[in-house]
């Protein structure tokens, strides 16, 4: 290790001092008012808390890459998953959708894997040139099946009050539960894509990924019976009150009125507080968690794999297993995030998971905040997030100043037109200069 990266990794004041700036400058949003900073604590507050539940997304993308080099180029689907879980467990039941065709999927379901397992059993049972053709056979049969039981129930379900509902419901248990949920979807569709492609080279994970991230958002857009599709969930529980239920307490009001704030406004902070709380701690709970794991023999034994897996495998690792591992808890985390996200907004619509802000960000995240230090990895995350809201303010505020010497004309009118699509430009600006001047992130693995 260079000079310079040793004294990256050993000063013990980077990460507080960057943090510091980083309170700063949610402290000027909150509380300073001009044409930078918006002066309001619930834009400030809304900022933060889709900033905690980015940090935890790059929390388990850190965990694939910065521990064992895994490359996961579809982080929009896994996080698409778990922001189902909250659809599936936590709204209510849609009134005569399961009677219509429910137990009907869940076998269709059945069959489906049931089909591949047997496809496996048979492929790995059956030796010689018979292998391929039983493999096929019980996949043709095992599809016919599964979509004799399937699509009859699907169009059953989407025919129950189809302008309202037209989709399976919730179970109406607990949203705090969902949260969990959410991780398991995305760990379950982990497993699936690592036993399939962990054996192989790494850059086939990142094409497995890409491919299965983009295929799960399309089966959220166009299985209606599922989420409603393209129509959107919208309702969907929160773990917080609504602020109308607060404005609407003699006791909230009262308060509102000793803080100096009307109820509209007190109310918003007051929620937003809540959830920032809640995002918190679970953050918290979770970097405790990856630190302790990481300080372990376990932690230890995962980056040897990360930076050599031929020594490791020389050493009696199983480098397969151990990345299948970890592939599957750094998707669960991403799950849960997404699982979170979604009951912030309590709306799912599948037409908003973009991979531009659900893996190139949290990429870029990772990247800047410095892959392989979970602190690092918040900080990217939440620094990375103000920025990319605050540039489409200051972008337009920036190009008013350049092209203030400008006559009036279509020149300057395009480039006035096109200033909110300077947060792009800005923030290639700051991955190239972290790039640039700390290559290893502005909080480096230690």
Known sequence: MSHTRQAEASNPWRAPLLFLVLAVLFVLEGSFRSALFSGSWNTALGILNMGLISAIMVLGVNMQWGYAGLFNAGVV????????????????????????????????????????????????????????????????????????????AVAAIEANNS?????????????????????????????????????????????????????????????????????????????????????????????AAEWGMDPGTASGIWVKLMYAGLFGAVLLALILLAELALKSPWGRMMRAIRDNETAAEAMGKHVTRRHLQIFVIGSAVIGLAGAMMVTLDGLLSPNSFNPLRYTFLIWVMVIVGGSGNNWGAVLGAVLIWFLWIKAEVWGPELMRLITLPLPEGAFRSHMLGGAPHMRFIALGLVLLLVLRFAPRGLVPEK
């Open 163 to 255: 302008a309202a509902a037209g989709n399976i419901g919730g179970l109406g248990w607990p949203v705090l539960l969902s949260w969990p949920v959410g991780a398991l979807f995305a760990a379950a569709a982990a497993w699936g894509v690592g036993k399939v492609a962990l054996g192989l080279r790494s850059d086939y994970l990142a094409i497995a990924t890409l491919g299965i991230g983009e295929i799960i958002v399309a089966v959220m857009r166009n299985e209606e019976w599922l989420a409603r599709g393209v129509k959107n969930m919208s309702g969907i529980p929160r773990p917080v009150p609504y602020e109308l239920d607060l404005q609407s307490d003699p006791g909230f009001v009262a308060k």
């Open 77 to 152: 689907g896994f996080l698409a998953l778990g922001g189902l879980a909250p659809v599936l467990v936590s709204t209510a039941p849609v009134a005569g959708a399961w009677a219509a065709g429910g137990p009907r999927v869940i076998l269709a379901l059945a069959v489906g894997l049931g089909t591949l397992a047997l496809a496996a059993l048979a492929w790995r049972r059956i030796a010689g040139p018979l292998r391929v053709v039983a493999m096929i056979a019980v996949l043709a049969a095992g599809f016919v099946l599964y979509r004799y039981l399937f699509d009859p």
